[in-house]
């Protein structure tokens, strides 16, 4: 043997390390293997899963955007409506002041008028008491017929201007 080279030695080595090698791929390698497969397919899926997800917050989000801008129109338009209604309503209610007001001031007014016409009334009746005493204290003084017939027919015709002024008041 050249070199002290057993070739059994060798060939024996040799089948020990492939049977080693063989066991290894068996023992180790081929469940490494597998494992590295299913934690690639793990991740695999869990991007899947975060994409889908992903997709579906998108989808989410718009729907979301979409239903906030619904309900801000929807609210800008119950909000228009009803400072529309409260406009109204407040000129409605100036509105019926203001006729109120009205018919307050021609109720002041019909009463200031009758009052005028009584306070009228009333003067014109004492001034017909003072002519008939200031007739009788002339007539009392100075009792001719033709001066109480003078004084009569100035009473008369002064009690008629009063009535035709009364009958254009009316």
């Known amino acids: 043997m050249p070199l002290n080279i057993d070739f059994v030695q060798v060939l024996l080595h040799m089948l020990n390390f492939v049977i080693l090698a063989g066991g290894l791929t068996l023992i180790l390698f081929n469940p ?6 299913e934690r690639q397919k793990q991740f695999e899926d869990r991007e899947e899963e975060n994409r889908k997800n992903a997709e579906e917050n998108e989808r ?6 979409a239903e906030k801008e619904a309900f801000e129109q929807e609210m800008a338009s119950e909000r228009m409506k ?7 309503a407040a000129k409605a209610y100036i509105e019926s002041s203001k006729n109120e007001a009205a018919a307050i001031i021609a109720k002041a ?8 016409e009584h306070i009228l009334d009333s003067a014109q009746t004492e001034i017909g008491e003072l002519v008939i005493g200031a007739t009788q204290k002339l007539l009392g003084d100075t009792a001719s017929p033709e001066r109480t017939e003078a004084l009569y027919d100035a009473f008369l015709k002064q009690a008629e201007q009063n009535a035709q002024q009364k009958e254009k008041r009316s």
């Open 32 to 37: 490494i293997k597998k494992f590295m497969t």
């Open 60 to 65: 989410l989000k718009a729907e979301l955007a």
């Open 82 to 88: 009803a400072e529309k209604e409260a406009a109204d």
């Open 109 to 116: 007014e019909k009463e200031a008028e009758k009052r005028r």
